[in-house]
């Protein structure tokens, strides 16, 4: 059963850090691209970053430009997300996304880990 797990998340302060992990289970990672989603309550999920199988293309959401960097260890089966210069307006559940590079209708979600960025 194809697995994406989440970990890192947690209570943080303004202008603090934080590096999200993701590691998969059961699929051939390297096949893969990866991002990271986000959801505040009330709100819809959106993309945040999001790197390619072989972590060669990186993209941002503008919002998260120059403070957030998106990066893989395919040895490892894990893709991270370090998180600079927090703000208050980064609290959200975020959610790595597996999709297949050559296939994107497969594609797989994480549960989710807490980021709370608060004083």
């Known amino acids: 059963q194809v697995q994406l797990v989440e970990s890192g998340g947690g209570l943080v302060q303004p202008g603090g850090s934080l590096r999200l992990s993701c590691a998969a289970s059961?699929?051939?990672?390297?096949?893969?691209?990866m991002s990271w989603y986000r959801q505040a309550p009330g709100k819809e999920r959106e993309l945040v970053a999001g790197?390619?199988?072989?972590?060669?293309?990186?993209n941002y959401a503008d919002s998260v430009k120059g403070r957030f960097t998106i990066s893989r260890d395919n040895a490892k089966n894990t893709v991270y997300l370090q998180m600079n210069s927090l703000r208050p307006e980064d609290t959200a559940v975020y959610y790595c996304?597996?999709?297949?590079?050559?296939?994107?209708?497969?594609?797989?979600w994480g549960q989710g880990t807490q980021v709370t960025v608060s004083s």
């Open positions: 996304k597996a999709v297949h590079w050559s296939r994107p209708g497969i594609d797989y």
């Open positions: 059961e699929i051939t990672f390297s096949r893969f691209a």
């Open positions: 790197i390619s199988s072989n972590g060669g293309s990186t």
